[in-house]
């Protein structure tokens, strides 16, 4: 009998712990994190009769949690990087709802402005419409700074929320240490019987700290989670916890950087390896758009306050002065590495806004280094390296103070001030430059029918080398300009104009314009002789016909000269008879009769004694030789002029970069009157005047274009004779607003980006990246946060509470209890009855 | 599959989020009636707005511009038909000199009159818009262009353009200079002068002329020539001498052989020019042809004053010869100017045409910007509105059905 109640409370205390872990789930339902539990009952160890094995009743051996480990992991995993994202999309957002504000961003601003540049141009007179555009460029700027100034307090509040996610980091690492401990002791204790609700609140703040950061945890033998985060820094070991800490960043002191804190000693850790949650989303946002989105945006302020000055520059204010800065342009900001041991300094300017790229660079020297200087540009990583600064790229200049020490690194940001520095640098209105500083006049005593255009300043050529004579003939590859292959010269069909002739290279260099956008000019080949010495035996008896050669043309018979200068007189006529031939020109110094050769076109001078002639340097002064031109460059690109090649020297030219400069300075002789006077007949004019370079007759052509002195001017129609026009200061142009015509035609030119698009394009372009980046994180995040919300269920259909699941467990232990009441109370009966009997 | 009662609740009140985003979404579409509110919503339009809406307004200022350049073309067009009106009064008093039945003193009150259109003309040259700028003084707008001294009127101006950018391609100068309207007037027939020595003693006058057909080769454009009269037993005769640009000599092969007859208003040419020679020439009487030189308009009326002024000795055919002559003279240069003046005011009047075909045009375009701002941009009604009443639908099932599967429970029953 003992037998049968013992089984029946057996039974009594299986229903009765199935009715407490029921009990415990439906108080748990809401519970986060927590897994619903189950008793593990099994049948007692029979007992071997002669009837054979009798049942011993039931014993509840363990309580366990319905519990997925590869579901709670995946789950981890999805929902690290769902708060990044959401993290990332909430930060964006605000970006996204400003940025293209109709009414008060940058777009209608620009637009103002450019209205305010019209109403100067078609009234420069009017001081209202002066003012007008003075005040709108002002708001144009203000709008750039407050777009600007969220872009800063977004900064701010990034680096504040950074500390609070590592605060929160920290706290959860240190819950996590202490419950491994208990854990751990709960586990000695109970005979290896599991914690079940320690074991979930320690999943449950694992599952935490991967909503602030991707965290990997690996379970130990004795129970207990090690946590790793970024690049493997352990977070928990065992019953330790480490902490993470914000430092200000090294580079840049108004960033925070997280930092791993060890032993006392402050650890940097790559931020890129911070992934996943919160932290990785804030650190996402600030590094891959906060930062872009502002560079671009000082990208675009410093283009047009650039372009902008370069055309004010290029007019003529009210009070009759060349117009100056229009804009003040925001300084590139270089930060120091805080862990420098050098004292140098970096300064950056800003000398070509259109070649900007809108990256941040870092400097860093390497005295161990052939060329020690090391540029990264961080957009793309390119890196570059120089043997010394000065060095010029990406339309920035970088120069440094004095030999930094070795390690040492510094952050050139050149136009994350761009917006913020952006501001209006004049406030007098009679100071904008509406007139154009020269004018063309056609005289009033003209006869013939010629008029002359306005004239207008030109760009000067924003880089230019001009190299030594040239060496030998270029073949393909030898010579590269701007990163394009100059093809082989070849020879002209003229004499002298031979493959290694400054004449045909510059052929060749000019046939890659399109491509390289460097152009070639062979500059004018001179020799020239000596006087001679004595009285030579030519002055008595001349020259025989064919003695000499010049380019590889017999010079004929010279007369006998009296004198130097008469003999070298008679040498160069006999030079110039045969110069349709050679196209080599002479001419005889009127004392000395030393004499000058020159080849217009850049081609080659060849002279050559025929054999048996032995006496041409004292005869004539001349030595015999060949003499090659040298080569101009010119280009009116952002790029500069870079030459390289394996053999740049045959051109006369040396591997190196020429940078560009992105307003060249006026022409100081642009004001400086010129005339231009028709001779008789009109087929060519005579230019003079104060200025460099002026030509003494030039062909007329009507319409060409005639530039000297910065302008250039295009007549055209019939002049008489003696008609006169003149070029000269614009004075008392109070009606002038040509200039302020140009500067409004700004509006709608391709000045950004490389001058492929308008400002308004480059905005765009802003916009949309943004738009973009915004459109693109609404919808990952969503498909992310979906994903989560799948996982969460099906770890839930395994873990999760169903209340009515648990109500029907509840009526089934009340049930069994009940039977085993009713067993009890048998077996009782059944003693009972015993006993009666026994009475 | 098991579903535990958590789920049963989030992902209903996820799903409920979401449809409330939604339909706060369409709602604020529609009360701000644009598709595109944020960047986000459509990035490639965000960005097409910006570039359409840059040129949408480049184009209402070119509108702009063109209303400035009309007032300014319709001011210069008002003054100059005044101009006109004064040149064509000049005329009538011009014609009125050559009255043979006038005295002295009768010339004497036209110059008078004439004095006072002089004035008026400079006057109307010295005009000013309607902010104190001068019209016909170039790019020198507080300079006053015309101004009297001692040996006539001079311009002060410039020959510069006020260019008002009119559509995208097209600026337009606004502006006449004075130098085209006053100052550049061909004297005599515009090709070539013709004139009296002051020294003739016969009645012979020289015509305007013209050019002859064929017109004089370029070689011989810019020549000058002189007739020199011989008068011989009752025999006239002329010769031509001539000297080209540069004042050389032109030899006897490319002049007309000496000593012409002379028959009185018959037609003399050579060398491409042609004119004739009425009265009768007194021996060593002589006539020059010059190449057509800038002769400003106020000169020429200054002129024809002194002229009207110079009195005509009575019986001396000589003195009555040059009055013609200079009368003559100051008709044809007259005409010059006149022509002038309607030249730049065809130019005035074509570019006022240009200006309201470009404001149709311009008109179209903006037009066309609207809507393509409209099309990138804004809401279709109908659509979102239909979406809204969808998604309000939607939410109404969600939350019923929610309140239905959550009234459900086992312990309601136990």
């Given at each position: 009998?003992?037998?049968?109640?013992?089984?029946?409370i057996?039974?009594?205390?299986a229903?009765q712990?199935g009715?407490?872990t029921?009990?415990h789930?439906i108080a748990?339902?809401?519970?986060?994190?927590?897994?619903r539990?189950q008793t593990v009952?099994?049948?007692?160890?029979?007992?071997?009769t002669g009837?054979?094995?009798?049942?011993q009743?039931v014993?509840?051996?363990?309580v366990?949690?319905l519990?997925?480990?590869?579901l709670?992991?995946q789950l981890?995993?999805?929902?690290?990087?769902?708060?990044q994202?959401n993290?990332?999309?909430?930060q964006?957002q605000?970006i996204?709802?400003?940025?293209a504000d109709p009414?008060?961003?940058?777009?209608?601003?620009?637009?103002?402005?450019?209205s305010a540049?019209s109403g100067?141009?078609?009234n420069p007179s009017?001081?209202?419409a002066r003012q007008?555009?003075?005040?709108?460029a002002?708001?144009?700027?203000s709008?750039?700074?407050?777009?600007n100034?969220l872009?800063t307090?977004?900064n701010?509040?990034?680096?504040g929320?950074i500390?609070?996610?590592v605060?929160?980091?920290n706290?959860?690492?240190?819950?996590?240490?202490?419950l491994?401990?208990?854990?751990t002791?709960?586990?000695a204790?109970?005979?290896?019987?599991?914690?079940n609700d320690?074991?979930d609140?320690?999943?449950q703040?694992?599952?935490?700290?991967n909503?602030e950061i991707?965290a990997?945890v690996i379970?130990?033998s004795d129970?207990s989670y090690n946590?790793y985060v970024g690049?493997g820094?352990?977070?928990?070991?065992?019953n330790?916890?480490?902490?993470?800490q914000?430092?200000t960043?090294?580079?840049d002191?108004?960033?925070?950087?997280v930092?791993?804190?060890?032993?006392?000693?402050v650890?940097?850790i790559?931020?890129?390896?911070?992934?996943?949650?919160?932290l990785?989303?804030?650190l996402?946002?600030?590094?891959?758009?906060?930062t872009?989105?502002?560079?671009?945006l000082?990208?675009?302020?410093?283009?047009?306050a650039?372009?902008?000055n370069a055309?004010?520059g290029l007019?003529?204010d009210l009070?009759?002065?060349?117009g100056?800065t229009f804009?003040?342009?925001?300084?590139?900001?270089?930060?120091?590495?805080?862990?420098?041991?050098g004292?140098?300094?970096?300064t950056?300017s800003?000398?070509?806004?259109?070649?900007?790229?809108?990256?941040?660079y870092?400097l860093?020297?390497n005295?161990?280094?052939?060329?020690?200087?090391?540029?990264?540009?961080?957009?793309?990583?390119?890196v570059?390296?120089?043997?010394?600064?000065?060095?010029?790229?990406?339309g920035?200049?970088?120069?440094i103070?004095?030999?930094?020490s070795?390690?040492?690194?510094f952050?050139?940001?050149p136009?994350?001030n761009?917006?913020?520095g952006?501001s209006?640098a004049?406030?007098?209105?009679?100071?904008i430059a509406?007139?154009?500083?020269?004018?063309s006049?056609g005289s009033l005593?003209?006869?013939?029918?010629?008029?002359?255009?306005?004239?207008?300043v030109v760009?000067t050529?924003?880089?230019s080398?001009?190299g030594?004579a040239t060496t030998?003939a270029?073949a393909a590859?030898?010579?590269?300009?701007?990163?394009?292959?100059v093809?082989a010269?070849?020879a002209?069909?003229?004499?002298?104009?031979?493959?290694?002739?400054?004449?045909a290279i510059?052929?060749a260099i000019?046939?890659?314009?399109?491509?390289?956008?460097?152009?070639?000019?062979?500059?004018?080949?001179?020799?020239s002789?000596?006087?001679?010495?004595?009285?030579?035996?030519?002055?008595?008896?001349g020259?025989?016909?064919?003695s000499?050669?010049?380019?590889g043309?017999?010079?004929?018979?010279i007369?006998?000269?009296?004198?130097a200068?008469?003999?070298?007189?008679n040498?160069a006529?006999?030079i110039n008879?045969?110069?349709?031939q050679t196209?080599?020109?002479?001419s005889?110094?009127?004392s000395?009769?030393?004499?000058?050769?020159?080849a217009?076109d850049g081609?080659n001078i060849?002279?050559?004694?025929a054999?048996?002639?032995?006496?041409l340097?004292?005869?004539?002064g001349?030595a015999?030789?060949?003499t090659n031109a040298?080569l101009?460059?010119?280009?009116?690109g952002?790029?500069?002029?870079?030459?390289?090649g394996t053999?740049?020297g045959?051109a006369?030219?040396?591997?190196?970069?020429?940078p560009s400069?992105q307003?060249?300075p006026?022409?100081a002789n642009?004001?400086?009157?010129v005339t231009i006077t028709?001779?008789?007949?009109p087929?060519?004019?005579t230019i003079?005047?104060?200025?460099t370079?002026?030509p003494a007759?030039?062909?007329?052509?009507p319409?060409?274009?005639i530039s000297?002195?910065?302008w250039t001017?295009?007549?055209s129609?019939?002049?008489?004779a003696n008609d006169?026009?003149?070029?000269?200061?614009?004075?008392?142009a109070s009606a002038d607003?040509n200039?302020?015509?140009?500067m409004a035609?700004?509006?709608?030119?391709?000045?950004?980006l490389?001058?492929s698009?308008?400002?308004?394009g480059?905005f765009?372009?802003?916009v949309?990246?943004v738009g973009?980046?915004?459109?693109q994180?609404?919808i990952t995040s969503?498909a992310q946060?979906n994903?989560v919300?799948?996982?969460?269920?099906?770890?839930?259909?395994?873990?999760?509470?169903?209340?009515?699941?648990e109500?029907?467990?509840?009526?089934?232990?009340?049930?069994a209890y009940?039977?085993?009441g009713k067993?009890?109370q048998?077996?009782?009966?059944?003693?009972?009855?015993?006993?009666?009997m026994?009475? | 599959m098991r579903?535990?009662?958590?789920?049963?609740?989030?992902?209903n009140i996820?799903s409920?989020?979401?449809?409330q985003?939604?339909?706060?979404?369409?709602?604020l579409?529609?009360?701000t009636?644009?598709?595109v509110?944020?960047p986000?919503d459509?990035?490639?339009?965000?960005?097409?707005?910006?570039?359409v809406?840059?040129s949408n307004?480049?184009n209402?200022?070119?509108?702009?511009?063109?209303?400035?350049?009309t007032t300014?073309?319709?001011m210069s067009?008002?003054?100059?038909?005044s101009?006109?009106?004064l040149?064509q009064?000049?005329?009538?008093?011009?014609v009125?000199?050559?009255?043979g039945?006038?005295?002295?003193s009768?010339?004497q009150?036209?110059?008078?009159?004439?004095q006072?259109?002089l004035n008026q003309?400079?006057?109307l040259?010295n005009?000013?818009?309607?902010?104190g700028?001068?019209l016909?003084?170039?790019?020198?707008g507080?300079t006053?262009?015309?101004?009297?001294t001692?040996?006539?009127?001079?311009y002060?101006?410039?020959?510069g353009q006020?260019?008002?950018?009119?559509?995208?391609?097209?600026?337009?100068p606004?502006?006449a200079t004075?130098?085209?309207l006053?100052?550049?007037?061909?004297?005599?027939?515009g090709?070539?002068?013709?004139?009296?020595?002051?020294?003739n003693?016969?009645?012979?006058?020289?015509?305007?002329?013209g050019?002859d057909?064929?017109?004089?080769?370029?070689?011989?454009?810019?020549?000058?020539?002189t007739?020199t009269?011989?008068?011989?037993?009752g025999?006239?005769t002329?010769?031509?001498?001539?000297?080209?640009p540069s004042?050389a000599?032109?030899?006897?092969?490319s002049?007309?052989?000496p000593?012409?007859?002379?028959t009185?208003?018959?037609?003399i040419s050579?060398?491409g020019?042609q004119?004739?020679?009425?009265?009768?020439?007194?021996?060593?009487?002589?006539?020059?042809?010059v190449?057509s030189?800038?002769?400003s308009?106020?000169?020429?009326?200054?002129?024809?004053?002194?002229?009207?002024?110079?009195?005509?000795?009575?019986g001396?055919?000589?003195?009555?010869a040059a009055f013609?002559?200079?009368?003559?003279?100051?008709?044809?240069?007259?005409?010059?100017g006149l022509n002038?003046?309607?030249?730049?005011?065809?130019?005035?009047?074509s570019n006022l045409?240009?200006l309201?075909?470009?404001?149709?045009?311009?008109?179209a375009?903006?037009?066309?910007?609207?809507?393509t701002l409209?099309?990138?941009q804004?809401?279709?009604?109908?659509?979102a509105?239909?979406?809204?009443?969808?998604?309000q639908?939607?939410?109404q099932?969600a939350?019923?059905?929610?309140?239905t599967?959550s009234?459900?429970?086992?312990?309601?029953?136990m």
């Open positions: 009998m003992a037998d049968l109640s013992s089984i029946g057996s039974a009594l205390n229903a712990a009715l407490l029921t009990e789930n748990n339902a809401s519970t986060p994190g927590f897994s539990q009952q099994s049948a007692n160890t029979p007992l071997l009837s054979g094995f009798m049942g009743g014993n509840v051996t363990t366990t949690r519990y997925n480990q590869f709670n992991t981890l995993q999805q929902q690290a990087q769902s708060s994202l993290t990332y999309y909430t964006i605000q996204n709802n400003v940025i009414t008060a961003g940058i777009s209608p601003s620009l637009q103002n402005f450019f540049v100067v141009a078609n009017s001081a209202a007008t555009m003075l005040s709108s002002q708001s144009l700027a709008s750039f700074q407050s777009l100034q872009f307090s977004m701010t509040s990034v680096n929320q500390g609070s996610s605060n929160n980091i706290s959860y690492a240190q819950q996590i240490a202490t491994n401990q208990n854990i002791v709960a586990s204790g109970g005979n290896g019987q599991p914690p320690l074991l609140q320690r999943d703040l694992v599952a935490q700290l909503k991707k990997t379970k130990q129970g946590v690049n820094q352990s977070l928990v070991v065992g330790q916890a480490f902490t993470l914000t430092v960043s090294s580079a002191p108004t960033k925070v950087d930092a791993y804190s060890s032993g006392g000693k650890v940097p790559q931020q890129g390896s911070l992934q996943g949650g919160n990785g989303g804030l996402a946002f600030r590094d891959q758009s906060l872009s989105t502002q560079n671009a000082g990208e675009l302020a410093t283009g047009i650039a372009t902008f055309q004010n007019g003529q009070n009759g002065a060349m100056g804009f003040n342009i925001g300084a590139p900001v270089v930060n120091s590495n805080s862990n420098n041991t004292t140098a300094v970096v950056a800003i000398s070509n806004a259109a070649a900007l790229t809108g990256s941040d870092t860093t020297y005295s161990a280094n052939a060329q020690p200087y090391t540029l990264t540009r961080l957009s793309d990583n390119t570059t390296t120089y043997a010394s600064l000065p060095q010029t790229v990406d920035i200049t970088l120069s103070s004095t030999t930094p070795s390690g040492d690194s952050l050139i940001r136009t994350a761009g917006a913020q952006l209006v004049i406030t007098d209105p009679s100071k509406a007139a154009v500083p020269v004018i006049n005593n003209n006869i013939g029918s010629g008029t002359i255009s306005a004239a207008s760009d050529p924003y880089a080398l001009t030594s030998a270029l590859g030898q010579l590269t300009l701007n990163g394009h292959g093809g010269s070849a002209g069909s003229a004499p002298g104009q031979s493959a290694d002739s400054a004449y510059a052929q000019n046939a890659i314009t399109a491509s390289s956008g460097v152009t070639a000019t062979a500059n004018v080949n001179t020799v002789g000596s006087a001679t010495a004595g009285s030579p035996a030519s002055w008595t008896s020259i025989a016909a064919n000499f050669t010049i380019n043309i017999n010079v004929g018979a007369a006998a000269g009296i004198n200068a008469g003999e070298g007189t040498v006529a006999a008879a045969i110069s349709a196209g080599v020109t002479a005889a110094n009127a000395t009769g030393a004499l000058t050769l020159t217009a081609r060849a002279i050559a004694q054999s048996g002639y032995t006496t340097s004292s005869d004539t001349l015999p030789g060949t040298t101009t460059l010119s280009t009116t952002t790029a500069g002029i870079v030459v390289a053999a740049p045959n006369g030219l040396t591997a190196g970069t020429t400069t307003q060249p006026v022409n642009l004001q400086q009157p028709f001779n008789n007949p087929t060519t004019f003079s005047g104060t200025g370079g002026l007759t030039l062909a007329y052509t319409g060409a274009s000297y002195n910065g001017v295009q007549i129609g019939s002049p008489s006169v026009f003149t070029v000269k200061a614009n004075n008392n607003g200039n302020a015509l140009l035609g700004l509006q709608t030119q391709n000045t950004m490389g001058g698009v308008t400002y308004a480059a765009a372009q802003l949309s990246q973009s980046q915004t459109n994180l609404q969503q946060t994903m919300n799948q996982t969460t269920q099906a770890q839930q259909s395994i873990s999760g509470v169903n209340l009515d699941e109500a029907a467990n509840l009526m089934k232990y009340q049930q009940q039977a085993a067993a009890i048998t077996a009782n009966t059944l003693f009972s009855t015993l006993l009666t026994l009475n | 579903i535990s009662t958590n789920t049963l609740y989030d992902s996820n409920m989020n979401q449809q985003t939604n339909l706060l979404h369409t709602q579409q529609v009360s009636g644009l598709r509110m944020t986000a459509d990035p490639a339009a965000a960005a097409q707005v910006i570039e809406s840059q307004a480049a209402t200022q070119y509108a702009t511009n063109r209303n400035a350049a300014a073309l319709s067009e008002g003054v100059l038909q101009v006109t009106t040149i009064n000049i005329q009538t008093t011009a009125n000199a050559g009255d039945t006038l005295n002295n009768d010339r009150t036209l110059a008078t009159t004439l006072g259109q003309l400079i006057s040259a005009s000013k818009d309607g902010t700028n001068y016909f003084s170039g790019l020198q507080s006053q262009p015309f101004v009297t001692a040996s006539g009127v001079q002060q101006g410039d020959s006020h260019l008002i950018q009119v559509s995208s391609s097209e600026q337009m606004v502006n004075g130098s085209d006053f100052m550049n007037v061909k004297n005599g027939n090709s070539f002068a013709t004139a009296a020595s002051s020294t003693t016969g009645s012979g006058i020289i015509g305007q002329g050019l057909t064929p017109p004089p080769t370029a070689a011989q454009r810019g020549n000058s020539y007739l009269f011989n008068v011989s037993g025999v006239t002329y010769s031509v001498s001539g000297t080209d004042g000599a032109l030899p006897a092969t002049l007309p052989l000593n012409q007859p002379y009185s208003g018959q037609s050579f060398n020019v004119f004739n020679i009425q009265g009768a020439p007194a021996s060593g009487d002589t006539f020059t042809i190449p030189a800038n002769v308009l106020f000169q020429t009326i200054q002129n024809l004053i002194t002229t009207l002024n110079t009195p005509i000795t009575a001396n055919p000589a003195s009555s013609t002559q200079q009368l003559n003279l100051a008709s044809g240069n007259l005409n010059q002038q003046v309607l030249t730049v005011r065809a130019a005035i009047g045409n240009t309201t075909a470009l404001q149709s045009a311009g008109s375009l903006g037009l066309q910007y609207q809507t409209s099309q990138l804004d809401l279709d009604y109908t659509k509105l239909s979406q809204l009443s969808q998604q639908l939607g939410l099932a939350m019923q059905s929610f309140k599967v009234g459900l429970s086992l312990f309601n029953y």
